[in-house]
């Protein structure tokens, strides 16, 4: 049976992978963790800062984990305030993530990555392979960890497997310290009747995905057979892209009321403008049959009626 800790359970991903990780394996096989105490306690919940490796292993040890999932990390806006300290989380996490795995022989370990590995040599759309020279210290980071991870499996068979997330879009939990946040801000406005200020130029086009899609991308990349893999560092995950007037035009044929400027944060407009605006993710869907579902029309219309149950 397998007994899954997740790392970073409260965080925008983590919501909603744990609860359909605990759907699938059962409330008792999901270990949720995090830094602080999750809103609402769903299942067993342990605190855990990464950080410490030995509380990292007692855990392990008492519900003799057998997968990790680890999802805590700082972003790419929020990173640049404290390159050092990102480094150290991003980085040093990872690390007592993968010598727990080797050490305890742990069945498989999930890491992800993001468009913020690629830069601007990377070609558009990118490519699996290709050059990349990413601009902040959350796209170094996890460049590294997937090239760890790569290292790891081949060096001491650790079965880790990890993808490369565009821009997330979400009504549970909200992002914090990215550069795709607006796409998920921009739906809050709308919802809540009031003008929405859009901090990257109208024309910054960037891959975005719905949450479900994500969440099935990992479930499925996980339960994949090892065989049927070709890398173990991220694997390029696409479903749409959009800019910010698109995405504006999109929300606007439900609520026509919606207003939007741009006030330009120059940090992340750079950050944008570093990032691939699509990615190639051909060998995801030759390797593990990989296919989105939403794209920027049904996304919109699922966030809108998600949201407007959740404020009614
Ligand atoms: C960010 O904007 O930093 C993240 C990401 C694309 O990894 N959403």
Redesign the pocket.
């Known amino acids: 049976m397998e007994k899954i800790l997740i790392i970073g359970a409260n965080g925008q991903l983590g919501t909603e992978l744990s609860a359909a990780l605990q759907q699938k394996y059962g409330q008792n096989a999901i270990i949720r963790s995090d830094i602080r105490k999750p809103q609402e306690e769903v299942g067993i919940f342990e605190m855990l800062n990464v950080l410490d490796a030995d509380a990292l292993l007692s855990i392990v040890k008492k519900y003799e984990i057998t997968q990790i999932y680890h999802l805590a990390a700082i972003?790419?806006?929020k990173g640049e305030e404290n390159p050092i300290q990102t480094w150290n989380i991003n980085m040093n996490g990872l690390l007592n993530v993968l010598e727990v795995a080797r050490h305890e022989k742990l069945n498989k370990v999930y890491y992800p990555s993001?468009?913020?590995v690629f830069g601007t040599t990377t070609p558009s759309p990118a490519p699996q392979y290709t050059s990349m020279n990413p601009s902040?210290i959350?796209g170094i980071s996890?460049r590294a960890g997937e090239q760890w991870c790569e290292y790891y499996f081949n060096k001491y068979g650790v079965d880790v497997r990890s993808l490369r997330?565009?821009?997330?879009i979400s009504y549970k939990t909200p992002?914090g310290?990215?550069?795709?946040?607006y796409a998920v801000d921009i739906f809050y406005k709308a919802v809540e009747g009031e003008h929405f200020s859009c901090f990257l130029s109208e024309n910054t086009r960037l891959p975005m995905m719905y949450m479900p899609d994500a969440v099935r991308a990992t479930m499925e990349l996980m339960e994949a057979p090892k065989e049927s893999l070709s890398t173990h560092e991220g694997y390029n995950l696409n479903a749409f892209d959009c800019t910010p007037k698109e995405l504006y035009h999109e929300i606007k044929k439900h609520v026509p009321n919606l207003e939007i400027s741009y006030k330009i944060d120059e940090l992340r407009q750079s950050?944008a403008d570093s990032?691939s605006d699509t990615m190639n993710d051909d060998i995801a869907r030759q390797d593990w049959n990989w296919n989105h579902k939403f794209d920027m029309e049904s996304t919109t219309k699922e966030m809108l009626a998600n949201l407007k149950k959740k404020f009614a």
Do not use: F, M, V
């Open positions: 972003l790419s806006a993001s468009i913020a902040t959350y996890k997330y565009p821009g997330l992002p310290g990215g550069t795709t946040d950050i990032w």
